[in-house]
């Protein structure tokens, strides 16, 4: 008859190894019955003539040419790739080098694993055909494979010299080798008639009568070591290369066969029996799901609960689902029913322990199959599928009662089988932990209020979730606040439930409460619960400092303290290259403060510094300091966000309230509050501002001009005109600024050089400056709108040489709303109709032709059009566009834009864009865009001019108009 390996057994072998002089492996005084746990694995040993061999192990998983481990279930006992420890020596004496190698293994079930064993395991090729195998079978026999010589030549004829046993020390005063007492012990003669190893496709396996014993008893989640060794065997020290340098050596784990120890129980529908193994549920609790039923867990783990409980009717649900479809028999559509296979388990002190199911360990017809308990509302019989729309199934072969049943259930993530149950079905209840933690709270959660040197005692429960047990360290987060004492101890919850009466009450179970004290160190600053960015926490950490939980909880520290935040201001937000400037900061006593308030400014870009302030704040008072920043002129751009720090701490509601963003942009020049009429335009060079400042006489006004080069003054000019006229600006073909004082029946053109002086002539002709451009012969181009009555009563004209004004006819109707455009060559005129009009129309100056182009979005509008000097149009709404004089249509959808600003004087293939306060700058043969901010501006008075020598010149105005600004980028 085959019995167990006990554990005393298991000691006694312990013993005798430890104790032996030789280091020949000693047979078990017993023989073992064991199952195996699923996997194979195999253990890489490399460089073995080498004072420091490489061994690794490994799962012999899906990773070997594809092939799963038909049948395998998911590993059990997980072992460390890497080894705790390898030794390798060689004994000169019997010419035998030992190797081994110590491993982690640890329980990756939720059930004790009794006995746990590896095997050498042997394969063999099943079929003779090779190309089927997922992996190569071992060599004749034994549990190696891919033994190699150190040049790599097959060394498969020394595989029988490899002999796996007991690992070996040396002792290196003596020379003497024995047993490691530290390694695993190695039994022979085991009873292995129930070991049957699942092995890789196309193969056989079977293990070896013997192997490494790693424990007698490992629980889940807990770790032990195993100790791989072998025995080199004739090896040649004069000629290592003669001697196996690599091998791979397979292993099977085993363990005593739990259907021995737990056989099952036959499975009543009205009732959930069965005995749990897991210590700390002993005494405890089983819950249904949402409480619809419990019941005590015995001393020894019993569990006996009679289904009496009826599910409310919001508990139950029909097969026929919205979303779903059923395809199969359903006797009653009209049933409904509610299913529970999971139970949860509480310890003696109402611990969240684990997870509870029942297994079937007889009688089952699916793999991994345990019981449904099924309550129905009517007699029931289910035989089909249902199919839900993410692609989740759930296939039913059942007859339900009226009342509780119990089914055979199967479940993957993706479907889910319910059968009846065989009449030979049993059962075992199996609990899986839950990840270990804990779950506390302040028994009583009001306000906790301290002021400094104060303490206050509270009742806080603690539980032990998935049986955590261990040194807590507990603390807060409140600045100047301890806790007392900083560290509890939760006892093992087994241990807890097995205590006698009457000893040492040191350990006690936690949820039933322990008294922590909060501490307010005499310094402890204020702490508000309502004006700290912080809520208050209780934190549990273990020794590691891992963070078990964070208890949220009302408490506060009343003392003298201060608040501080930015003060928000679009203006002093953002900074120039090269500027000097402030960032405003609000403060405030709190509890009558009074006394010094050191100010800091933290996570500064480069380029920017701020000197710490300190200010004087009186008790009850407010206060804004003023902290002076510093911009270097190469400072990078962007938008950054920077911090704030005082001394006292801060305790501002709001941690918007502790940063900020600002933004850097390009060199400016601060031009103070200046008009809202006022324009830029190109001069000969740089651009001039107009309109900057104006007097008025009964007849004439005279207004400002400002010649700027890269943001410097150049040069100042007066212009003076007719009260009654209308003045206005536009580049002529010398590349000089024209100015246009606009009559009734005429205008007066003034072309102004870079030193102010100017040049005057007489247009016979009324011209709205906004609709008028100089082509290359220096000639104007302008739209008039003869008859605001009729919807199409604007015209197109031109001047000649000799001032005379003519008419240029072109197929396209003309409005208030028509704009026109130049190239900057002065050869293309460029008219856009109307918002309702889709077509463009392309002027040559020279021959005076004209091209009627596609408009592809009729809601174009002036400021989204640019011409280029070959006579294209370029569009930039929604996204930019080319419209080729071919008519063709080029769209660059990856490059989006609001409105166009044109053509860059310099270089023809940059163009200028923007999107509000985005200056984009276009490589059109490239595709390449370049985006700068220039900061904060009122979109409705922002102008741009393109001068002569190249880049972009900005006149941009705040959004409160108090300052405007000069950017000049290249």
């Known amino acids: 008859m085959k019995t167990h390996l006990s554990i005393s057994s298991v000691v006694a072998a312990l013993l005798l190894a430890a104790c032996g002089p030789t280091p020949t492996p000693t047979p078990s005084t017993q023989p073992t019955q064991t199952n195996t746990l699923g996997s194979l694995y195999e253990v890489n040993f490399q460089g073995v003539g080498d004072s420091a061999p490489i061994v690794k192990a490994q799962r012999l998983t899906s990773a070997l040419h594809g092939q799963a481990l038909i049948g395998a279930p998911e590993a059990q006992v997980g072992i460390s790739t890497d080894p705790l420890s390898v030794s390798s020596f060689t004994n000169r004496v019997t010419n035998i080098r030992h190797i081994q190698a110590t491993f982690r293994v640890t329980n990756n079930s939720s059930s004790t694993l009794d006995n746990l064993m590896f095997f050498p395991t042997v394969t063999a090729d099943t079929d003779g055909d090779p190309t089927n195998n997922a992996t190569p079978p071992t060599i004749a026999g034994t549990p190696f494979r891919a033994v190699e010589f150190f040049d790599g030549s097959d060394a498969s004829s020394r595989a029988t010299s490899l002999i796996p046993g007991h690992g070996q020390r040396l002792n290196p005063s003596s020379n003497v080798v024995t047993d490691d007492p530290d390694a695993s012990p190695f039994l022979t003669g085991l009873d292995i008639s129930a070991v049957v190893p699942v092995p890789p496709t196309g193969l056989s396996a079977t293990v070896q009568n013997s192997g490494w014993q790693v424990s007698p008893s490992l629980a889940p989640g807990q770790s032990a070591n195993v100790t791989f060794a072998v025995d080199e065997q004739n090896v040649d020290p004069a000629n290592p290369k003669n001697d196996p340098y690599r091998f791979n050596l397979l292993v099977s784990a085993g363990?005593?066969?739990?259907?021995?120890?737990?056989?099952?129980?036959?499975?009543?529908?009205?009732?959930?029996?069965?005995?749990?193994?897991?210590?700390?549920?002993?005494?405890?609790?089983?819950?249904?799901?949402?409480?619809?039923?419990?019941?005590?867990?015995?001393?020894?783990?019993?569990?006996?609960?009679?289904?009496?409980?009826?599910?409310?009717?919001?508990?139950?649900?029909?097969?026929?689902?919205?979303?779903?479809?059923?395809?199969?028999?359903?006797?009653?559509?009209?049933?409904?029913?509610?299913?529970?296979?999971?139970?949860?388990?509480?310890?003696?002190?109402?611990?969240?322990?684990?997870?509870?199911?029942?297994?079937?360990?007889?009688?089952?017809?699916?793999?991994?199959?345990?019981?449904?308990?099924?309550?129905?509302?009517?007699?029931?019989?289910?035989?089909?599928?249902?199919?839900?729309?993410?692609?989740?199934?759930?296939?039913?072969?059942?007859?339900?009662?009226?009342?509780?049943?119990?089914?055979?259930?199967?479940?993957?993530?993706?479907?889910?089988?319910?059968?009846?149950?065989?009449?030979?079905?049993?059962?075992?209840?199996?609990?899986?932990?839950?990840?270990?933690?804990?779950?506390?709270?302040?028994?009583?959660?009001?306000?906790?209020?301290?002021?400094?040197?104060?303490?206050?005692?509270?009742?806080?429960?603690?539980?032990?979730?998935?049986?955590?047990?261990?040194?807590?360290?507990?603390?807060?987060?409140?600045?100047?606040?301890?806790?007392?004492?900083?560290?509890?101890?939760?006892?093992?919850?087994?241990?807890?439930?097995?205590?006698?009466?009457?000893?040492?009450?040191?350990?006690?179970?936690?949820?039933?409460?322990?008294?922590?004290?909060?501490?307010?160190?005499?310094?402890?600053?204020?702490?508000?619960?309502?004006?700290?960015?912080?809520?208050?926490?209780?934190?549990?950490?273990?020794?590691?400092?891992?963070?078990?939980?964070?208890?949220?909880?009302?408490?506060?520290?009343?003392?003298?303290?201060?608040?501080?935040?930015?003060?928000?201001?679009?203006?002093?937000?953002?900074?120039?290259?090269?500027?000097?400037?402030?960032?405003?900061?609000?403060?405030?006593?709190?509890?009558?403060?009074?006394?010094?308030?050191?100010?800091?400014?933290?996570?500064?870009?480069?380029g920017m510094s701020a000197p710490t302030q300190t200010v004087q704040l009186t008790a009850g008072s407010s206060t804004t300091v003023d902290i002076p920043v510093s911009v270097s002129a190469d400072a990078p751009l962007g938008t950054f966000t920077i911090s704030l720090s005082t001394t006292p701490i801060n305790v501002f509601p709001s941690d918007s309230g502790l940063h900020t963003d600002i933004t850097i942009v390009p060199q400016r020049l601060n031009l103070g509050n200046v008009s809202f009429y006022a324009r830029i335009n190109p001069g000969g060079t740089g651009s001039w501002i107009s309109g900057l400042t104006s007097q008025y006489t009964p007849t004439t006004f005279t207004t400002t001009l400002k010649r700027y080069s890269r943001n410097v003054l150049q040069t100042t000019a007066l212009m003076t005109v007719p009260l009654s006229d209308t003045l206005g600006y536009v580049r002529n073909g010398n590349q000089l600024l024209t100015g246009i004082a606009t009559g009734n029946t005429s205008s007066v053109r003034r072309d102004i050089h870079d030193d102010g002086t100017y040049t005057e002539t007489t247009v016979p002709s009324s011209v709205d400056v906004d609709k008028t451009v100089i082509d290359a012969q220096n000639r104007l181009w302008f739209i008039r709108i003869d008859d605001y009555n009729q919807p199409n009563g604007g015209h197109l004209y031109r001047t000649n040489a000799d001032g005379t004004v003519v008419n240029v006819p072109i197929a396209l109707p003309l409005t208030i709303n028509s704009s026109i455009h130049i190239s900057n060559n002065g050869q293309f005129v460029g008219v856009f109709g109307q918002y309702d009009t889709p077509n463009i129309a392309v002027i040559d100056t020279a021959s005076e032709s004209v091209t009627l182009l596609p408009n592809p979005n009729v809601f174009t509008s002036f400021n989204s059009f640019a011409i280029a000097n070959d006579g294209s149009v370029w569009l930039s709404q929604p996204h930019l566009r080319h419209i080729k004089p071919s008519g063709e249509i080029v769209n660059f959808n990856n490059i989006t834009s609001e409105d166009m600003i044109g053509f860059d004087q310099q270089?023809?293939?940059?163009?200028?864009?923007?999107?509000?306060?985005?200056?984009?700058?276009?490589?059109?043969?490239?595709?390449?865009?370049?985006?700068?901010?220039?900061?904060?501006?009122?979109?409705?008075?922002?102008?741009f001019s393109l001068p002569a020598e190249g880049g972009l010149d900005i006149l941009h105005t705040s959004w409160d108009s108090s300052v405007t600004y000069l950017t000049h980028l290249n």
């Open 255 to 606: 363990q005593d066969d739990p259907a021995l120890a737990a056989t099952g129980s036959a499975i009543n529908a009205s009732s959930l029996r069965g005995t749990l193994s897991d210590r700390a549920t002993f005494g405890g609790k089983l819950w249904f799901r949402s409480s619809l039923m419990s019941t005590s867990i015995g001393s020894a783990g019993q569990v006996d609960l009679p289904l009496t409980a009826v599910p409310a009717p919001s508990a139950l649900n029909s097969i026929l689902q919205s979303g779903c479809t059923y395809n199969g028999l359903i006797s009653d559509t009209n049933g409904k029913f509610a299913s529970y296979s999971r139970f949860s388990t509480l310890s003696a002190q109402g611990d969240p322990v684990a997870v509870t199911r029942e297994k079937l360990v007889g009688g089952a017809s699916m793999t991994d199959a345990y019981v449904a308990r099924i309550y129905s509302d009517t007699p029931e019989v289910l035989k089909g599928t249902l199919t839900c729309g993410d692609g989740y199934t759930e296939t039913y072969d059942m007859t339900l009662v009226v009342g509780w049943n119990a089914v055979e259930l199967s479940a993957t993530n993706t479907s889910t089988v319910f059968k009846t149950l065989a009449s030979n079905a049993r059962s075992v209840l199996t609990s899986t932990r839950n990840t270990p933690g804990v779950s506390a709270q302040l028994s009583d959660s009001s306000m906790i209020t301290l002021h400094p040197g104060e303490r206050v005692t509270r009742s806080l429960n603690v539980l032990q979730v998935g049986a955590y047990s261990g040194a807590v360290n507990v603390s807060t987060n409140i600045p100047g606040v301890t806790i007392e004492p900083s560290t509890l101890t939760l006892g093992e919850l087994g241990a807890q439930a097995i205590r006698p009466m009457g000893l040492n009450g040191s350990i006690q179970p936690l949820s039933l409460g322990t008294q922590i004290t909060f501490v307010a160190a005499a310094d402890a600053p204020l702490f508000n619960p309502y004006s700290n960015p912080n809520t208050a926490l209780l934190v549990l950490k273990d020794t590691q400092g891992k963070v078990l939980q964070q208890v949220p909880i009302s408490a506060a520290v009343v003392a003298p303290g201060i608040t501080a935040q930015f003060g928000y201001n679009y203006l002093t937000n953002t900074f120039g290259q090269g500027e000097n400037a402030s960032v405003p900061v609000m403060l405030n006593s709190m509890n009558n403060f009074s006394g010094p308030v050191t100010v800091t400014l933290g996570t500064l870009p480069a």
């Open 907 to 943: 270089d023809p293939n940059t163009l200028w864009t923007h999107i509000s306060a985005n200056i984009i700058k276009v490589n059109v043969v490239t595709q390449d865009t370049q985006s700068v901010n220039i900061g904060y501006f009122n979109v409705n008075n922002m102008r």
